[in-house]
């Protein structure tokens, strides 16, 4: 865990004693009277509630599978807000998990399906993009941008070094990062600290302003050097020599307590409560059960029924697809059970 906590502005500590904060830790002298401490911020950002600008990073949520092992195919999510870009399908599982740390209760399990010979221009990763709107306080894409730290728990069955990276939306500015697995099926604490991006475009709308990615199976020619800026570079999605997962037939990597925030210190997994994540989870998709919404209605439902479906959030853009689990019957109880929206 990080050993330290950054506290970037007191407004004032009451007491008879002295409390001096220095490069080296604190010192206390005479009898200070703590208790009564007015700390402002942390890193510079938001004490709590929205600290962590990733979603779901306990992996709690799973709207779409509840819990059950899936194959995707490339773009499809698996756990809220977890996507995948795969250049190969069926090369991977993805699901929800109960192996974790202690202090969580879930964590997102890939696995791989195949010893892969990984091909040159490879890529196989979940990614999870966050919102414009949600990283404009970085203030990216000026000179006074600001730092960010990544932090995790992550397991593997493979030891080595692993990678992944940041983006923007359009993929034309990335930083490749790279963290080492010590120890085969064991938990272990990482955090990557990024320098603020002075250069590129990063936007500050509903739009899709940065990627978080963590790569599985990547060829040499979508690979960087870890820890420096890459321009003009859309391919980029792990680093080089970083261990594929996917070239170890029934080789396992966990990850939870995914965090990123404004600053250059890891604080403590921030938690949220679970009905205000999934609030903030379906701002991006939902999913509406056809038979509880409308329970008893099956006398007047006909081919021509006007029915009415209000969002439980708003959407983030108002141009979204809406997906139907199956196809409409002639009677109620065979008609159409889920909706799904999805933007």
């Not at 865990?1 to 502005?9: C, H, I, P, T």
């Amino acid at each position: 865990m990080a050993s330290e906590l950054r506290v970037n502005q007191i407004t004032s500590i009451t007491g008879v004693g002295t409390v001096t904060f220095d490069a080296g830790g604190v010192t206390f002298s005479g009898s200070p009277n703590l208790g009564n401490a007015a700390i402002t911020s942390i890193n510079s950002g938001p004490i709590s509630g929205t600290r962590n600008k990733i979603l779901n990073g306990e992996m709690r949520l799973d709207q779409r599978n509840a819990g059950g092992s899936v194959t995707p195919t490339d773009s499809q999510y698996t756990l809220d807000r977890y996507q995948c870009w795969l250049s190969q399908s069926s090369k991977l599982s993805v699901q929800r998990s109960s192996t974790v740390p202690v202090g969580f209760t879930n964590s997102i399990l890939i696995t791989s399906l195949s010893a892969l010979s990984v091909g040159s221009n490879d890529e196989h990763g979940i990614t999870q993009k966050i919102e414009g709107y949600n990283i404009s306080d970085l203030n990216w894409g000026a000179t006074d941008a600001k730092p960010i730290t990544l932090s995790f728990w992550v397991r593997s069955s493979l030891s080595g070094s692993f990678g992944g990276m940041i983006g923007n939306g359009s993929l034309s500015r990335i930083y490749p990062f790279s963290y080492t697995i010590n120890s085969p099926n064991n938990w272990e604490y990482k955090t990557i600290t990024i320098p603020g991006e002075t250069t590129g475009t990063w936007t500050k709308d509903e739009t899709w302003g940065m990627a978080v990615h963590f790569q599985f199976g990547v060829g040499s020619n979508r690979t960087g050097s870890a820890g420096s800026w890459i321009s003009g570079n859309t391919n980029i999605r792990g680093v080089n020599g970083q261990t594929n997962l996917l070239a170890t037939n029934g080789a396992t990597w966990n990850m939870t307590g995914l965090q990123l925030e404004l600053g250059s210190v890891s604080t403590p997994f921030e938690r949220r409560s679970y009905g205000l994540e999934l609030s903030l989870c379906q701002r991006y998709f939902e999913q509406i059960d056809f038979a509880q919404r409308y329970a008893g209605y099956s006398g007047y439902l006909t081919a021509f029924s006007l029915l009415n479906f209000p969002f439980k959030q708003t959407k983030r853009t108002t141009s979204y697809t809406v997906y139907v689990s199956s196809s409409p019957g002639a009677t109620w109880s065979s008609r159409t059970n889920t909706f799904v929206f999805y933007s």
